[in-house]
T-cell receptor, first 117, second 109 residues
Framework: GAVVSQHPSRVICKSGTSVKIECRSL??????MFWYRQFPKKSLMLMAT?????????EQGVEKDKFLINHASLTLSTLTVTSAHPEDSSFYIC?????????????FGPGTRLTVL | GQNIDQPTEMTATEGAIVQINCTYQ??????LFWYQQHAGEAPTFLSY??LDGLEEKGRFSSFLSRSKGYSYLLLKELQMKDSASYLC??????????WGAGTKLIIKP
């Protein structure tokens, strides 16, 4: 099956610093990647959708200047949390999809747990 | 608006059968997904339904009724490792997934 990796799996940082999370599709070309945030005991919340080579589409309420997304290639998307604050602490999950299957399934990365002190 | 409803928590006994229900309201419909998520991990795909009826896959089955906006996930011969959250997600006309809050399934010996 399709494999998506994320790095790092865990990160602890000081308030005010920036953190970059990488999402890679390892064995397929992902034309679309999705970034989600999940708070404890809550559902996945879509933050943004990115298509390779174009600007990401952000969901309402998500600050695009704070959560920078770059989808530079068909196998890599990055999410940078700029000037992180404690309220940004969350589980960030990426997923990737590609056309050509019988349905538009999303393959999830293992997630990145961000803790901002 | 778009909405997904599923129970918050369910408890079942090892070896038994459990059915997790999901109702959805979306702008257009391109299928219903079920995912399993263990604590601290990302979701993993379980099933996809786009036509009415039952799809069986080993111990897990998923049912869809488009006219009722209803789906269920049926888990048979429950094992302790099935303790997890089960997420229902409907795909709308823009091929975007609308997620439920998940049902935490607790399996007791």
């Amino acid at each position: 099956g399709a494999v998506v990796s994320q790095h790092p799996s865990r990160v602890i940082c000081k308030s005010g610093t920036s953190v970059k999370i990488e999402c890679r599709s390892l064995d397929f070309q992902a034309t679309t990647m999705f970034w989600y945030r999940q708070f404890p005991k809550k559902s996945l919340m879509l933050m943004a959708t990115s298509n390779e080579g174009s600007k990401a589409t952000y969901e309402q309420g998500v600050e695009k200047d704070k959560f920078l997304i770059n989808h530079a290639s068909l196998t890599l998307s990055t999410l940078t949390v700029t000037s992180a604050h404690p309220e940004d602490s969350s589980f960030y999950i990426c997923s990737a999809s590609s056309p050509g299957g019988t349905y538009n399934e999303q393959f999830f990365g293992p997630g990145t747990r961000l803790t901002v002190l | 608006g778009q909405n997904i409803d599923q129970p918050t928590e369910m408890t079942a006994t090892e070896g038994a059968i459990v059915q997790i229900n999901c109702t959805y309201q979306t702008s257009g419909f391109n299928g219903l997904f079920w995912y399993q998520q263990h604590a601290g991990e990302a979701p993993t795909f379980l099933s996809y339904n786009v036509l009415d009826g039952l799809e069986e896959k080993g111990r897990f089955s998923s049912f869809l009724s488009r006219s009722k906006g209803y789906s269920y996930l049926l888990l048979k011969e429950l094992q302790m490792k099935d303790s997890a959250s089960y997420l229902c997600a409907a795909m709308d006309s823009n091929y975007q997934l609308i997620w439920g809050a998940g049902t935490k399934l607790i399996i007791k010996p």
